[in-house]
């Protein structure tokens, strides 16, 4: 199923797509704002994002549905509150058969602005980018120790290509664990240049390059596609 949002006032659109339900459970997915060259990238991005969001569920052994929310509009964009307040209400219309979160282009903070319109959101009692950057490294410890009979990341180079939520959140942890053969790239440099300022020995290569780079992991923290 897929929900048109739109507000013509406010000049609001998004997309809610529910790729599985389950007739006694929610379906699940977070939430994401992005600059999308056109209204049919939104969708295309929803309708992908949900149907690994229904592969993650059965992966994991839930049994809830997989679901993604999409806001077209820049995170940046100086209607980003009232965007948040629409969206929330068009999620409190579906009466929970779509339960969400935070992803790329929301933060923390917004999740208080979304609860005001609807109590079908979660990620108030844990940090999101926490358990998902925890859940990273630990696959990569698994990975080396398949690899190379041994999980200590300290002794490996790593390609991160994206330096978002994500991204810098596994940069720190690989850090502070010892690594200092790290390379980033990052469609916006100024990211870049931060991450390097806080990890001197970190190198940045280019957004074109980042995939050939001879390291023992590369780990795409970017966009899909």
């Keep these: 199923a897929v929900f048109l949002l739109e507000n013509k006032d406010i000049n609001f659109k998004g997309y809610i797509s529910i790729h599985r339900n389950n007739p006694t459970l929610p379906s699940f997915g977070a939430t994401r704002m992005w600059s999308y060259e056109n209204d049919i990238d939104g969708l295309k991005d929803s309708l992908r994002l949900s149907r690994m969001m229904s592969y993650k569920a059965a992966l994991s052994g839930l049994g809830c549905g997989g679901a993604k ?24 219309l579906l009466e929970g058969q779509f339960i969400t979160g935070t992803d ?20 108030f009692n844990d940090n999101a980018v926490e358990f998902t950057t925890l859940g990273i490294y630990n696959s990569i410890e698994v990975c080396l120790q398949k ?22 959140a596994l940069v720190t942890l690989l850090y502070n664990s010892g690594c200092r053969n790290i390379y980033i790239s990052d469609i916006n440099p100024e990211r870049t240049k931060i991450i390097q ?18 390291v023992d992991v590369f780990s795409p923290c970017a966009l899909g596609r």
């Design 104 to 123: 790329v282009g929301l933060r923390q903070e917004d999740l208080a602005i979304m609860k005001r319109e609807t109590s079908y959101i979660v990620g």
């Design 147 to 168: 690899v190379f009979s041994n999980h200590d990341v300290s002794i490996r180079s790593f390609a991160i290509q994206g330096v978002g939520k994500i991204g810098t």
């Design 69 to 92: 929310g999409v806001i077209i509009a820049s995170p940046m964009n100086s209607n980003r509150e009232k965007f948040l307040q629409e969206y929330s209400r068009n999620v409190d």
């Design 197 to 214: 300022k806080q990890f001197p020995s970190i190198k940045i290569v280019d957004i074109n390059e980042i995939h050939c780079q001879e």
